[in-house]
């Protein structure tokens, strides 16, 4: 059965750090593309940052310089390190796992990451 699990959200005040996880099973992990969305009340789903499988990076205007994506394809799972978090990157954050080639794509549940003091 194909799943991504994600795990770190929570509440944390402007300023502050979290990690999110998407641990995978299912797939090969290796060989798909790794990305991180979210959604915000009353807002469209939207990209935040995205790692390939042959390690090319790209992220949102919104979060360069705060947040890094990273993959451990030992562990089958891909963090999302966000740093000097601000109440505008409030919003629930999925992982999203995609083989473009064979039109393959699943997606987490989602995790609530909540920015306020």
């Known amino acids: 059965q194909v799943q991504l699990v994600e795990s770190g959200g929570g509440l944390v005040q402007p300023g502050g750090s979290l990690r999110l996880s998407c641990a995978a099973s299912?797939?090969?992990?290796?060989?798909?593309?790794m990305g991180w969305y979210r959604q915000a009340p009353g807002k469209q789903r939207e990209l935040v940052a995205a790692?390939?499988?042959?390690?090319?990076?790209n992220y949102a205007d919104s979060v360069k310089g705060r947040f890094t994506i990273s993959r451990d394809n030992a562990k089958n799972t891909v963090y999302l390190q966000m740093n000097s978090l601000k109440p505008e990157d409030t919003a629930v954050y999925y992982c999203n796992a995609d083989h473009v080639a064979w039109d393959l794509e699943v997606w987490g549940q989602g995790t609530l990451v909540t920015v306020s003091s």
């Open positions: 790692t390939t499988s042959s390690g090319s990076i």
């Open positions: 299912g797939i090969i992990f290796s060989i798909y593309d």
